[in-house]
């Protein structure tokens, strides 16, 4: 579906991430995790054409939601400088990197920005009060790059079936969970049943490389591991 909409609301995430949302006409549906692409104006009227995963949920019935890194690429530029009742036009969705509740246990492994179709599937279960046990590993380099930190601690309370654990590589202080990167160790102790589970994994290609790999050497069948990479810019 190709449609125009305008900007509803603009939400700092953390430091240097963003969410920003559109109108959802009533006629766009989606599945929690797929992406879509969106195009905007520059200042000089150019227009600046990207996809993203859509980081709202289904159920979330008034508004489209994406959320991005802010780098110096010049569609994060023109980004950074867009405003509630700015152009924007939507074409999607699309991907296949979903999750409907087909499965009883799920592990998302997720690293940066790779959180946003993992938001969107966390949210999902919570509204449609899935039953489906989930387990979150959650990587950032530091506690300020957490994004939806508030939202997933949050959901943990809500969801009893919902479980998440923030992996940071350096630690400041106060700091009580993991640190250092998402290990095998980590998965076996969030994860006990981890063969009985599919994994979604989504992050920087280097980040989800390293966790297939992970994935492989505990011997995770490789038709439980869905993966999505995100580059940068």
Avoid at 24 to 34: D, L, V
Avoid at 194 to 209: D, I, K, L, S, W
Wanted: hydrophobic share 35%.
């Amino acid at each position: 579906m190709k449609f125009e909409t305008k900007v509803t609301d603009i939400i700092q995430r953390a430091y240097n991430v963003k969410s920003v949302r559109f109108s959802r006409p009533a006629s766009f549906n989606y599945k929690p995790g797929q992406f879509m692409f969106i195009t905007i104006k520059s200042e000089q009227n150019e227009l600046l054409k990207k996809h993203f995963t859509i980081s709202s949920s289904p159920t979330e019935r008034e508004h489209i939601e994406f959320t991005k890194k802010l780098t110096d690429h010049p569609f994060s530029r023109t980004l950074n400088a867009l405003r509630v009742g700015g152009w924007a036009a939507i074409d999607g969705p699309y991907g296949d990197f979903t999750f409907e509740g087909e499965f009883e246990k799920i592990g998302l492994l997720s690293g940066g920005i790779g959180i946003t179709p993992l938001r969107s599937i966390c949210k999902y279960c919570l509204d449609t009060r899935s039953r489906t046990k989930i387990a979150l590993l959650y990587g950032n380099s530091a506690e300020e790059d957490i994004v939806f930190r508030k939202e997933l601690e949050d959901m943990q309370k809500l969801n009893s079936n919902f479980r998440v654990a923030f992996v940071i590589a350096e630690a400041s202080d106060g700091w009580t969970g993991y640190v250092g990167r998402i290990d095998a160790d980590m998965i076996k102790k969030e994860i006990p049943d981890y063969m009985e589970t599919m994994f979604y994994t989504c992050g920087p290609p280097a980040m989800v490389e390293a966790m297939e790999k992970l994935l492989e050497e505990l011997d995770v069948p490789e038709k439980q591991i869905k993966t999505e990479e995100f580059p940068g810019s």
